[in-house]
């Protein structure tokens, strides 16, 4: 089932597919017309997993450069040091590792290099690329590991649907990787130049519009897509270079229980945006105000030094993101990374953006969350709530002052 492949010589068996599971202690349909939803289907909102089987046999290589950042710390011998599975795509060729073992075969998908459109979203038949140039920034990727099934046999389909227990769905959706074209470690923000990381949200961005606009047009709608970015192994990274990932849905079965909030606060705020209209506790949590973005601690933090940033417009989606606010937040990202690798704040962050699905007629404003890896308690896992230690306007304070000492 690699790169979301469902077809007549891979499938073995119901339990092998991707399931999306909604979970009917907390799930309920869409009343919410409000958001511009239409049609008969019915909706959820609530809480739902992904299982998927294949999301296991991912390559994983971080031990390796843990050890070696460790080793070195971040210093730019590591960038020649490395070996990793993304080498093999990269350079259109299989690649070993220096005991003489195969890390990767170098097939691949490829929906955009840089900003240019490379594979259809839908294409069924992974393939070797010739060596990506040098002067190429950054690459998005079908992932080859995927919680959702992007291409399904018609008869395998009805097998499924009809064999499937009734509450268990088949989970349908692409699944992107976008990664930088060089070897950058992504515990290494200091490494990682600014125009590469630009690279990647402009790829990922680019690949985003691409993918919806070809299901679109296979009769897919309302469509959650979720960008975002795991750095580090304690926080779901299982590759070592720099990488951000998306989750397009294609279920058309309603969204998350976090994402119905913040439709209904938006919609309860209505022209007054509160994003467009606070200043954050009287300035005291901004951390950074850039020409295009805002960052600041949150007031309701889900761990300590948890940050939020929002585009300075008032805009719906990451896709919608002009070239100049791109830029400005590749930098920006990077001030406040290594501000807090100077405050010895855990390297294994989450970068996750929140937005609108596309088809939704619900006003929104984009925004980002910044969350460092921390050990959780058990109450916050049955729960919508967290307990964190440090006062956001203190903590700040202290990123401001490793900003500009
Ligand atoms: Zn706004």
């Known amino acids: ?100 073992k195969r890390i990767g075969d170098g097939f691949t998908l490829i929906i955009t290099e840089d900003e240019k459109r490379r594979d259809a979203p839908f294409l069924e038949t992974p393939h070797r690329i010739k060596k990506v140039p040098d002067s190429c920034k950054a690459l998005t990727l079908i992932n080859r590991y995927p919680s959702m099934a992007r291409i399904i046999d018609p008869d395998i389909y009805i097998y499924i649907v009809d064999n499937l227990p009734s509450h268990l769905k088949l989970a349908r959706g692409i699944n992107l990787v976008s990664l930088s074209r060089n070897f950058y470690p992504s515990l290494c923000f200091n490494l990682i130049p600014e125009e590469v990381l630009a690279g990647i949200l402009i790829s990922m961005k680019e690949a985003i519009l691409y993918c919806v606009q070809e299901a679109i047009e296979r009769d897919y709608y309302d469509i959650p897509v979720s960008p975002f970015f795991n ?15 998306v989750y397009i849905d294609l279920n058309m079965d309603g969204h998350g229980s976090r994402l119905e909030g913040y439709l209904e606060a938006f919609k309860e705020m209505g022209d007054n945006c509160h994003l467009c209209e606070t200043t954050h506790g009287d300035t005291d949590r901004i951390i950074l105000n850039s020409k295009y973005w805002t960052f600041y601690t949150t007031g309701s933090p889900v761990r300590n030094y948890h940050i939020r940033f929002h585009p300075n417009e008032h805009i719906r989606r990451f896709s919608q993101l002009n070239i100049n606010q791109i830029h400005d937040l590749a930098k920006s990202l990077k001030i406040i990374f290594m501000a807090l690798d100077d405050i010895e704040i855990d390297k294994n962050r989450n970068i ?42 203190i903590a700040a304070a202290e990123i401001r002052k490793a900003i500009s000492p």
Not at 71 to 78: A, N
Not at 231 to 245: A, F, N
């Open 1 to 100: 089932m690699e790169w979301g492949i469902i077809n007549k010589d891979n499938f073995k068996s119901i339990y092998d597919v991707p399931i999306k599971r909604w979970d009917p202690l907390s799930t309920v349909s869409i009343r919410a017309k409000g958001f511009g939803i239409q049609g008969e289907r019915i909706r959820y909102y609530g809480h739902y997993s992904y299982l998927s089987p294949i999301r296991g046999k991912r390559p994983k290589g971080f031990k390796t450069i843990e050890k070696k950042i460790e080793l070195h710390e971040c210093t730019e011998k590591i960038l020649n040091e490395v070996k990793d599975v993304f080498m093999a795509v990269t350079e259109g060729k299989p690649i070993y590792n220096d005991n003489g």
């Open 231 to 245: 750095i580090g192994s304690k926080v779901g990274g299982s590759q070592p270079r720099i990488h951000g990932q």
């Open 352 to 393: 996750l953006f929140n937005c609108c699905p596309f088809g939704y007629d619900a006003d929104f404003h984009m925004f980002g969350d910044i969350i460092p890896h921390e050990i959780i308690g058990g109450a916050e896992m049955a729960d919508d709530m967290r307990v964190a230690r440090k006062l956001p306007h």
